[in-house]
């Protein structure tokens, strides 16, 4: 290659090898959170990963830079890199593989290097054959290695918000890495083309594999068999920012799910009477209604949509509701799919909450991406700024995912009660699994009337609904609880293995598995 096409390939090849570093760490962190969340295990492993990587790739290029074939080596790498990148969704069943063998952090950690080392030293690789190139032209070394750095930083935020803002709401998380991987193959292949003239040609074939060989992800239409037996069939899915959102059918059930986590289990005939059904299978943001003697003229806030079962709900008892939802996506699978015709307000909850003039009787928090509760949302600023959207005797729910005896939970019912007076809080089943937590929360003692009682029939003794509140009734301790605050919210951290326990339970559950 001559010197000047190798100094203009150079510069090219560092942004973009920038750029795919850094769209790599978004992606890979998405990859990773269907595993093991979307906790600071996951950042925190994909981060360090990150760093180790170029680290070890820096001082490899360098060792690469001072021999004959350096940039035929730099090109190579991409080529290499860029081939791995788009193959990594196929990798899948390894990360579940780290997960079960060494839990939630090491395995996040593991999980990271195995499918992500090699490709992330190879494009790191570049920078320092880069500036070799470009001193031996007889340009300054101090100049040349800040350009060098400066230009790859650039890329590299060039591709942190093309793949969080554009290719996983735009393509998808697997097309993603396709692109990606296919950007930078491409560069190595031209780089080894030009420093290898006919001996790399063969090289240019290496693309054009790439993307041309199908890499099939999750599609409406297909089926899988539950461990139940249950037929799932997929009838939609999107990706947005928030995560990938799939419509599944199984049984009499409809659900949305995020990143494989069920957000809504809506039956196809609810609304024909299941009320009392509903609260009997543990649903109790539907007692919610039960709480008033008229629902006429009450006014709810829902903080986060799903498939719209808890607005709609409470619209059908005569409610005022309004929606408050951060994801588009969402919104719009509600409509299309779940038949969801109440009012939506596309906002981030807290933000609304905190510059909310309305006034509710009652305000229910149940925003989650994937399996975890925004912090945002779960701290005492963020049930300060909900109870001053609320009228003087109104009432907070909370929908929560933890364990009854977890610390997690513990540490939800004490903020709560910093910031209220009373709580109330009700598993949806037997045991101290995780599972689905009600949380009310008022100053005064929350309590419901037994108006569902027209809806159940006849029975001999106490009414089922009443005796389910009765054992479901849970009360965390506050021993040893914190307060979550916006300055110190440890949340994700207290339920990291809580939300892997979770999201094992959820993907067997509609037999997804790991290769969601």
């Known amino acids: 290659m001559k010197t000047n096409a190798t100094a203009t390939w150079g510069i090219a090849a560092v942004a973009l090898a920038g750029a795919a570093v850094m769209a790599v760490e978004v992606l890979g962190a998405r990859l990773l959170g269907v595993v093991f969340g979307a906790t600071p295990a996951v950042w925190g492993a994909m981060i360090a990963l990150t760093l180790l990587a170029l680290a070890v790739g820096y001082f490899a290029g360098g060792w690469a830079a001072e021999r004959a074939g350096g940039p035929a080596m730099a090109a190579a790498g991409m080529l290499l890199a860029g081939g791995w990148i788009a193959f990594a969704p196929r990798l899948r069943p390894a990360v579940k593989a780290c997960c079960v063998a060494f839990g939630v952090e090491r395995g996040a950690l593991a999980a990271s290097a195995l499918v992500f080392a090699v490709p992330l030293a190879l494009l790191g690789m570049v920078s320092p054959i880069v500036i070799r190139v470009l001193t031996a032209r007889g340009a300054r070394v101090g100049m040349t290695a800040g350009g060098v750095h400066a230009l790859g ?48 040609v063969g090289g240019l074939l290496a693309p054009v594999a790439i993307a041309l060989f199908p890499i099939r992800g999750l599609q409406a239409g297909d089926a899988c068999t539950a461990p139940d037996g249950a037929r799932v069939l997929i009838e939609a899915v999107r990706d947005s920012r928030q995560g990938r959102i799939a419509v599944l059918r199984k049984g009499d059930y409809r659900v949305l799910a995020v990143d494989g986590i069920a957000q809504t289990g809506m039956r196809t005939d609810v609304g024909a009477g299941h009320e009392a059904d509903c609260l009997l299978d543990g649903y109790y943001l539907g007692l919610i209604p039960y709480a008033f003697k008229d629902c006429a003229g009450r006014r709810a806030l829902v903080i986060g949509l799903a498939g719209g079962m808890t607005p709609s709900v409470l619209a059908a008892a005569g409610m005022r509701t309004d929606c408050v939802e951060i994801d588009p996506v969402v919104a719009a699978m509600a409509r299309e799919h779940f038949g969801y015709r109440g009012n939506v307000v596309i906002a981030d909850g807290r933000r609304y909450l905190e510059s909310c003039a309305e006034r509710y009787d009652v305000c229910v928090l149940d925003a989650y991406g994937g399996e975890v509760l925004p912090p945002q949302l779960g701290s005492r600023e963020a049930f300060q700024a909900a109870k001053r959207a609320l009228t003087k005797d109104g009432a907070l729910a909370v929908n929560f995912i933890g364990a009854p005896r977890g610390r997690a939970l513990a540490a939800v019912a004490r903020t709560l009660r910093e910031v209220f007076g009373h709580v109330l809080a009700l598993k949806s089943e037997p045991g101290d699994d995780v599972q689905a937590i009600t949380l009310f929360a008022a100053d005064r003692a929350v309590s419901f009337n037994r108006g569902w009682l027209g809806d159940l029939g006849e029975f001999t003794g106490e009414d089922p609904v009443s005796a389910r509140i009765r054992r479901d009734t849970c009360e965390p301790s506050d021993r040893d609880a914190v307060v979550l605050t916006d300055d110190r919210n440890p949340l994700d951290l207290l339920r990291a293995r809580e939300a892997v326990r979770w999201r094992e339970r959820a993907l067997a559950n509609l037999g997804l598995g790991a290769g969601w």
């Open 153 to 200: 930083t650039l890329g590299g935020a060039t591709g942190t918000l093309a793949a969080a803002f554009w290719l996983i709401p735009v393509f998808g998380l697997t097309a993603g890495f396709r692109i990606v991987g296919l950007l930078a193959a491409a560069t190595g292949a031209l780089g080894l083309s030009a420093c290898l003239r006919r001996g790399g």
